[in-house]
């Protein structure tokens, strides 16, 4: 089959691989119809994240048409199902309580290790994301293997289309989540850093929850465009003072939570942004955090932070004493997708949610590797990139 | 940690020798918790206490102690999940004996007979090593109740020497490869075999899993 692989640092390419088949007998193959890129395959293309090997095939945000099952999956073929990137038992302590992206069964035994001394716990497996977190083959393929399909999956009704449930796989949850994090009442006044697809789905999801105000911040006008078409406030970080801005913005008290939705590679010239740039750059493993320090001192105190950013190592002059003097209180996480599928799908049948507005290109599998260079280099108009296997080729563009 | 682990073994072998034998197995099991002066066990401490190489591991199964017990009572069961066992052959008898093939780097294989030693219906299976066996090996697996519905614990204990001389070493170094990483794995595999009824792989195709290396090596 054809698969976006993986061979190094803004070096992806569409490659014959083996097509994957059922090992586990809980294991289903589905025929991927669509297959999104994700500012988290960012962090791998960008070499960020530690534990990618040549050959890796990735992608994590995926549906697709059950073709086989095995003897322990509930699936049948011919469904249309949308699969969580994370991939979980249903059957451990986590699972059960609902922390599905804390499995303890998923992550393969001998691939626990390097996540257990980076963090002091083993990780639980996601979809082509390094193996660091299982090793697992990823969705922008013609085919995929799921592991556990009888739990993660969910069936989409026939009148949905794949571009209105698609992200159900990731971003749309992950937004969710993370303005359930930000533990909103209602009269809060809510910032998010950050207007790429989990910033904007944030947004959304903030307004959906009650939030008497959104502010949403980044420097691409297009995609403040798109925030501010959601019923947000928005602030362009290069032309403003976002601290000022916030401040006098939320009546002088500084806003009540505040969603990190930029992650590790926080863009900037700040100055020890500039100095964890250089850090990432050799290899010494600094994250940038940029908008999270920021994020922090901005919060009002006994305010709430939510990150769901991706950070994946550790962080320098970390405004330690702003959280502990304010006494903040910070949510994070991988999402539990699992938890929210159902939910979501139900408020995208009913309308609460949009999730189709901020689709920019839809692309054959075979252009995937021109999809990651402008989803990266021209963030301002890639605002999402949506993959499909079956598609025709067009011309260069 | 694996060189200090390592000294630590070859150190062993040429002071203990081959004989360790059933009055050892006593000391072993009534020191459990000996030699510190906190409430971890013994394996947890920063200087191994015990005369021999010792590794443990607990983790926490969602499953009652009874089933698991059973489980693993049937020591032909046990290498679905022990990375370095191809097989164990049970050989009856009161004393519970079995052969185990462990598989040992360049494609052999290290001779190991056990026996029970111990045994205490759902909480407690204990086994030894007896006479023919390249190594000495005294295993210990207990099975008592998590707090409110997370199940059971489960700890394995084992604590091993290998004859002296470069045979014993190089025969230690295969079988007793950093042995912690791999007591801590195969738990893991257990622990997903009995909540999952699978162990997870990342494998692509049937030819990449941990089943087909293994025929292939037999
Ligand atoms: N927690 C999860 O489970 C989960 C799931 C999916 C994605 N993520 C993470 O969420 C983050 C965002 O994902 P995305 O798909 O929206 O990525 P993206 O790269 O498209 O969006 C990031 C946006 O942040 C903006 N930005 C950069 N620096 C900024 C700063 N200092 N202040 C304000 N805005 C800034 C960028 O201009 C860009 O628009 C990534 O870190 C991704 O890995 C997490
Ligand atoms: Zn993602
Ligand atoms: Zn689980």
Known sequence: MRALTWHGTHDVRVDNVPDPQVINPRDAILKITSTAICGSDLHLYDGAIPGALPGDVLGHEFMGEVVETGKGSTLKKGQRVVVPFTISCGGCFHCKIQQYSACENSNPAEKQDMSATLYGHPMAALFGYSHLTGGYSGGQAEYVRVPFSDVGPIVIPDHLEDDQVLFLSDILPTGWMGAENAEIQPDDTVAVWGCGPVGLFAVQSALVMGASKVIAIDHYPHRLELAKQLGAEVINFKTTNVREALMEMSGGIGVDAVIDAVGMESHGFAVDNMIDMVKQKVGMGADRASALKQAILAVRPGGRVSIPGVYGGMTDKFPLGALMEKGLKVNSGQTHVQKYTQPLLEKIEDGTLDTTFLISHRLPLEDAARGYKNFREQQNSWTKVILKPGMEKEGAG | ?218
């Open chain 2, 1 to 218: 940690m694996k060189h200090k682990q390592e000294a630590g073994i070859a150190g062993g072998l040429v002071a203990v020798g081959l004989a360790v034998g059933t009055a050892a197995f006593g000391i072993f099991l009534g020191r459990r918790h000996s030699g510190g002066n906190d409430d971890a066990p013994q394996f947890a401490r920063r200087s191994n206490q015990a005369e021999h190489a010792l590794v443990g591991r607990s983790v926490t199964i969602r499953k009652p102690a009874a089933e698991l017990y059973e489980y693993w009572r049937d020591f032909c069961n046990l290498p679905e999940f022990m990375e370095n066992v191809e097989k164990i052959a049970k050989q009856g008898g009161p004393t519970g004996g079995a052969v185990w093939k462990v598989k040992a780097p360049g494609g052999g294989t290290i001779a190991l007979k056990t026996e029970i030693a111990e045994e205490v219906e759902n909480k407690r299976i204990a086994w030894r090593s007896v006479e023919g066996s390249d190594i000495e090996i005294m295993g210990e697996v207990r099975f008592s109740p998590a707090p409110g519905d997370r199940g059971t614990r489960v700890s394995l204990r084992i604590e091993y020497d290998a004859p002296g001389g470069a045979v014993g070493r190089s025969i230690a170094k295969a079988f007793l490869r950093e042995p912690e990483v791999q007591a801590r794995h195969d738990l893991k595999r257990f622990k997903m075999l009995m909540e999952t009824g699978e162990i997870a792989t990342s494998a692509h195709r049937r030819s990449e899993t941990r089943e087909a290396k293994q025929q292939e090596n037999a």
